[in-house]
């Protein structure tokens, strides 16, 4: 392997190691975790440093999280050894590091890699991003789940939890929040609804929530889930998820 191509290569693990980092964080964060603790689970798993007793019990306490923990793991032992790899190609060919075009290389993919990150900080970037990955993790993650659910802060045994409406779950489709007392049934407070980019001024007894809404919710994440957690026809979909964990434990 030339010095050019080891080069190239470790950009290119560079790029790919971020990418992990932000996905897995997104798709942990959808498990109930913070955006912090997601992306410390993830560069810790990556890089194979462990962590303490309390933080593992984060993620072996769910059945979903324990397959992305494994997923990122063997993702860290490939970037392991690529990296090993990298490093002692870029070693035994520096002697022989004649080429004309080594530095221009050199530099043109450190441009890349710096206009990559600057990129991908781009809010609206940022956002398209994060929507490609958390309905890729609807899909295959939840079971047919329609409604995207993240965790945006964690207070005491509740949770700040932002939701897309896909599809407005059955129980609540068509009344009021006044015919519907989420509080009440759920524990569930609505913060904010937003409706086609707006946010709406007032939240009274009237509104209706429908589909496409991006709400803002405080409650707890289980009766969160237990609400909006509904497959394309409106119906719960979160009781196959919860018999396949019951059945892996067993």
Request: hydrophobic share 50%; net charge positive; charged share 25%.
């Amino acid at each position: 392997m030339s010095l050019s191509v080891s080069i190239s290569l470790f950009f290119a693990v560079a790029v790919a190691y971020i990418l992990i980092i932000d996905i897995f964080t997104i798709l942990f964060r959808m498990s109930g975790m913070t955006e912090e603790k997601a992306k410390f689970q993830v560069i810790s798993l990556l890089t194979n440093s462990g962590y303490t007793t309390k933080e593992s019990e984060l993620v072996v306490s769910k059945l979903l999280r324990r397959k992305l923990a494994r997923t990122v793991m063997l993702f860290g032992y490939i970037f392991s050894v690529t990296i090993i790899t990298v490093f002692v190609n870029v070693v035994m060919n520096l002697p022989r590091a004649v080429q004309a075009d080594l530095w221009t290389l050199t530099v043109i993919l450190a441009i890349i890699f710096v206009v990559f990150m600057v990129v991908k900080r781009v809010p609206k970037v940022k956002t398209k991003f994060n929507n490609i990955i958390e309905k890729m993790g609807q899909r295959f993650m939840f079971r047919g789940n329609v409604n995207v659910i993240s965790v945006i802060e964690q207070y005491a045994k509740g949770v700040i939890a932002g939701i897309h409406v896909q599809k407005v779950p059955s129980v609540i489709d068509g009344k009021t929040l006044g015919e519907f007392d989420m509080i009440g049934k759920y524990g569930i407070h609505l913060i904010i609804i937003k409706r086609k980019e707006e946010v709406l001024d007032y939240i009274t007894k009237d509104t209706k929530i429908e589909a496409d809404d991006q709400l803002v919710l405080f409650g707890r994440l289980q009766k969160i889930m237990d609400l909006f957690f509904v497959t394309q026809d409106g119906r719960a979909s979160l009781e196959a998820v919860k018999k396949e964990e019951e059945k892996e434990l067993e």
